[in-house]
């Protein structure tokens, strides 16, 4: 089931406006928490394909976590040794990272930094723009009572995006499994005699069956061509590269659109204003084809948003360290992890912690990038990520 086939359950009449800013909202209003076991935007290969899987800004996590809907986690998985569930890496922000004695690297600094980098990186060149990522999402409350405990579901999504708009491109997924959220969640499933399938009920006809084992990957010819930055317009790949390679001139672009989007109609400079234009710049940089002198002018336009802050060197969920940075507007929080050695992005989680909820029961998202490069490796079906 896709985006738009789950809103038609609350507006029927509104073909392709589930991929809105609005549209995405009202999803986590419309679709009950059992209807969440399938991971909205992370759809069978042809449904949703993953270059307009979900939009960072647009997730509604706040209205998520009232309605109980899925989201996603970076919540680290108990690092003992286990044969039965998939193991995971993980960490939280933790330590500063210093620059020398003395001196902590500022989120200015890191993103400045990143923007040098990409500025300088080389032109790629390939067949396809080749994405694959891992997304991590839950919790999904399983048992009763004081056994009661919370599994995370992951998936890999992969896609391969023509160059030549001649040919093909292709896109896939492959479920990777459920596990226990955490240590505490652990303890309990291994005290229900640790099973490894869940029957879980949904809001419709398909009864909904979790399993510790990865699924089978697919493998689907999209039926149109690639489409980038949904929320700014669905751009092809020729408006991607020609988008603006000065950070006052790209800004502008983007936050007109925030102001004069039938959906949102924020002024510029405001704290709504500023929040999506983090978060449409970092879809940019997260998994979008642009040529390396726009790359540099979105980390440059992110450095000088108000109220961004590091979060010095933290770990991804697969264990890979970088630089991360925070911005926080009212209930929501993202957090981007940045390589220090390529300035790509290695992963994207958004929080939402509504008034009255404490911090451990907040909802998550986020995705990995494991590849995002110009390559001309032959689409195939998503195989299980390495350890």
Known sequence: MNIDDLVRRGRPDSTGWARSETGRRALDRVVTAASAGEPAGVGRAGASRPALRWSFLAT?????AAAGVLAVSIVAAPQEARTDVPPVAGGQPGTTHSAGAGTTLTARDILLAAA???ERAPAESG??????TVDV???VRVGTGAGAYSLLRSSVSESWDAGDPRDASWSGS??????PRGADDERAWRAAGSPTTWDIAVDGPTKLVLSTQPGKGDLSRDPESPRYLEDLGELTLEQVRLLPTE??????????RIRTGKDTGYAAGSAQSDR???GYLSRLLLDTPAPPKVRAAAFRILADIPGVRSLGTVQDERGRSGQGVEFRSGAETEWLIVDPATHRLLASKIVSTPKGVPAS????RSTLVLTAEWSDAAPQAPTLPQQ
Not at 60 to 64: D, E, H, I, T, Y
Not at 127 to 132: F, L
């Open 60 to 64: 509604g996590l706040a209205g998520a």
């Open 137 to 139: 999402y839950g919790p």
């Open 361 to 364: 029961g907040g909802k998550e």
């Open 276 to 278: 999506m234009l983090f």
């Open 127 to 132: 067949r396809y723009w080749h994405v694959k």
């Open 174 to 179: 492959r479920e990777l499994g459920a596990r």
């Open 247 to 256: 950070p006052g001139a790209l800004r502008g672009w983007v936050t007109d």
């Open 116 to 118: 040098n980098r990409a």
